[in-house]
């Protein structure tokens, strides 16, 4: 694609989504919806490969369909209240089909069978923005209305989001499927805690996006596709592999690596309000996402591929890594020590 | 009394077919019940105008039997997910340079194969499978003409082929063979010194794309020896209706439903091909082109 036109996609998709954030009317909201995914679409089939249009359709069918339902939900809302003010919700129905329609924008469980299929269709660089940026402007709907909307189907679909997403990712041979029922998951995590402590769905939306950035660079710079890729990476970039496996361990939550903070945070606060079932659910949902976290750092280091690997060839390869890959891996690896300031900040 | 009003309604769908009445009418009209799926009708027989509701076999004992067996795989799904990918656990996946997918040493290696020819359309090429000596390999043989039928419509004919059958899975969910652990695509054959096409058909997810195939030539020898035949999946190209596509694109792993065999030399005569497997290894020294196709800018 000339670099003119990914440039205006990016800023398309950049200004709709503060468009989407900064607005107070409804439909100012959804065409910063619609401008975002419009922008999305030429920049998911720019390998015009039978799976990226396919990836295409699946990304448009799903958008469109949640971006209806949204507009659909706050023309009843206007109906009904004689106001399109976004912070003035307060009819059950307009508010089901808004959680309902941000749910498909994010990728949740029940609605999350499109973005496995879109992640495998996109290049790493794209998915990048989809499992990111993307997120920020369903959210930032979703969290100007915490108080309003139903905070049983809120929590109800942050625990299915957390169990699905780890039992889906299972079976994965393809990274970029991994990381997709890696983002299902996380952000279950978010969306469960957004009734109780929306501060600390913040917090943990702001570290998921830094600890995902720093997994995708890694991918991105190794050109890592399949789970036995794995076995000749560390042939090519030993201290990479070392990295992404400190940065697994991170999103899988271990101290003393960042992920374990909002974890942390939001299991103490689940305690607090006495939710300990809530508590232990999301915990053994978080080992299933581990597990196959492991799994990706056990290929990498602790096999030894059965076939020949070309060493003498790989090492001389130089693996170019993006520049911003450095400050990331110190953000997501020794954050945790910070945690007094987070607490008083938030 | 039910039979004859049905009866009628279907005349009359018949005779307004070109208006909007029958749209209108909807399920009464059971004639005018679009199908979504192709009947193909070949050239110069008569239309098939049997309505709709008396085709259907209503039998409680078929859905009995249909239930159970649906039910039986879903069961088969859950048990393979908690076992790893397509029920074949991690470790194998990790550590497996070759495998063997299919291989004929009894009927029902045989079963899984649809074979076919241009009969189909009023040809004369016969084609047969059949097990080979010993219950060792499938052997492949026939007859191929390329008389064309006498129909005015066909002008092209001469081909004989065998498909594996789709996977299904339960409730009729595709299945797919994941092959992106390999990169090869090995065949131990004997054949007969004629070249055959291999083609690949990937999951079509839109129905624009379903005459989307990927195909390779074989070229084995004739002769009394078996011989192996790699061919790397970086080579297939894509064509539509046997047309190669001007865009090509190298052939995704993930999703393949079906694996066939063509011969279409246009050469009348006896042909035979015996195969003993169709496997996968994975070529670790294969470094070579990512794909070979050069893709040129039609309009830069």
């Known amino acids: 694609m000339h670099p003119s036109i990914t440039s205006l996609l990016l800023i398309a998709l950049s200004t709709s989504t503060i468009i989407t954030m900064s607005s107070y009317h409804w439909m100012f909201a959804w065409a910063g919806l619609e401008i975002n995914m419009l922008s999305m679409l030429p920049l998911i089939s720019k390998e015009h490969h039978p799976r990226a249009v396919e990836a295409t359709m699946k990304y448009f069918m799903t958008q469109a369909a949640a971006s209806a339902m949204l507009i659909f939900a706050s023309t009843i809302n206007a109906w009904q209240t004689a106001q399109w003010d976004i912070s003035l919700l307060t009819p059950s129905t307009p508010m089901m089909m808004l959680t309902l329609a941000i749910t498909m924008k994010l990728g949740l469980a029940p609605f999350h069978f499109w973005l496995p299929e879109v992640s495998l269709g996109t290049t790493n660089s794209v998915m990048l923005i989809i499992t990111t940026w993307q997120k920020l402007a369903p959210l930032a709907i979703i969290i100007l209305l915490h108080n309003s909307l139903n905070h049983h189907l809120l929590t109800s679909l942050g625990l299915l989001s957390m169990v699905v997403g780890g039992w889906g990712g299972m079976n994965q041979l393809q990274i970029r499927k991994i990381m997709a029922y890696s983002s299902i998951a996380h952000m279950g995590w978010v969306v469960m805690i957004l009734p109780k402590a929306p501060d600390l769905s913040l917090l943990y939306l702001m570290l998921y996006i830094m600890l995902n950035l720093t997994m995708f660079l890694i991918i991105i710079s190794t050109a890592l596709t399949k789970l036995t890729s794995l076995f000749s990476t560390q042939n090519k970039s030993f201290p990479m592999m070392i990295l992404m496996a400190l940065t697994l361990l991170s999103m899988g939550g271990l101290p003393p690596m960042t992920g374990f903070l909002p974890k942390w945070l939001i299991l103490q606060e689940l305690i607090y309000q006495h939710q300990t079932q809530m508590a232990t659910l999301a915990s053994l949902s978080t080992l299933l996402s581990l597990f196959f976290y492991l799994r990706l750092v056990f290929n990498a280091f602790l096999t030894t591929p059965p076939n020949t690997s070309n060493v003498t060839k790989n090492w001389r390869n130089q693996t170019n890594h993006h520049i911003l890959l450095p400050q990331m891996m110190i953000l997501s690896l020794m954050l945790l020590i910070i945690t007094p300031l987070v607490i008083s900040l938030f | ?300």
């Not at chain 2, 299919?102 to 040809?123: C, H, P, T």
């Not at chain 2, 690949?200 to 084995?220: E, R």
């Not at chain 2, 894509?238 to 047309?243: F, K, M, N, V």
């Open chain 2, 1 to 300: 009394m039910m039979a004859l009003v049905l009866n009628r309604a279907f005349i009359f769908s018949r005779c307004h077919q070109q208006n909007g009445i029958s749209i209108l009418l909807g399920p009464c009209v059971t004639g005018f019940i679009s199908r979504p799926y192709s009947t193909y009708r070949r050239p110069g027989t008569k239309p098939d105008n049997t309505p709709h509701w008396k085709t259907i076999n209503f039998s409680f004992q078929n859905a009995a039997d249909e239930m159970k067996k649906r039910l039986g795989l879903i069961k088969k799904e859950i048990v393979d997910h908690c076992k790893g990918p397509e029920g074949r656990s991690f470790v194998e996946w990790m550590v497996e340079q070759t495998r063997v997918v299919w291989e004929f040493r009894n009927q029902k290696d045989l079963d899984g194969w649809v074979v076919s020819s241009d009969a189909e359309i009023g040809g004369k090429s016969e084609a047969y499978l059949t097990l080979g000596k010993n219950n060792q390999s499938a052997l492949l043989y026939g007859t191929l003409n390329t008389d064309v039928p006498r129909d005015g419509e066909t002008r092209r004919s001469g081909y004989c082929s065998m498909r594996s059958k789709l996977q299904w899975g339960a409730f009729n969910q595709k299945n797919f063979y994941d092959w992106s652990t390999f990169n090869t695509l090995h065949l131990r054959v004997r054949g007969d010194g004629r070249p055959w096409m291999v083609n690949i058909y990937t999951d079509p997810y839109y129905s624009h794309q379903k005459d989307d195939l990927y195909n390779y030539f074989m070229y084995p020898r004739g002769g009394p020896y078996w011989e192996e035949i790699k061919i790397p999946f970086s080579k297939f190209f894509l064509s539509s209706r046997g047309r190669i596509q001007d865009n090509q694109y190298l052939m995704w792993l993930d999703k393949i439903r079906t694996l066939g065999f063509t011969l279409g030399d246009k050469a009348d005569g006896p042909f035979q091909l015996e195969i003993d497997f169709i496997g996968l290894s994975k070529d670790g020294a294969y470094t070579g082109e990512e794909f070979p196709y050069e893709q040129y800018k039609r309009n830069p």
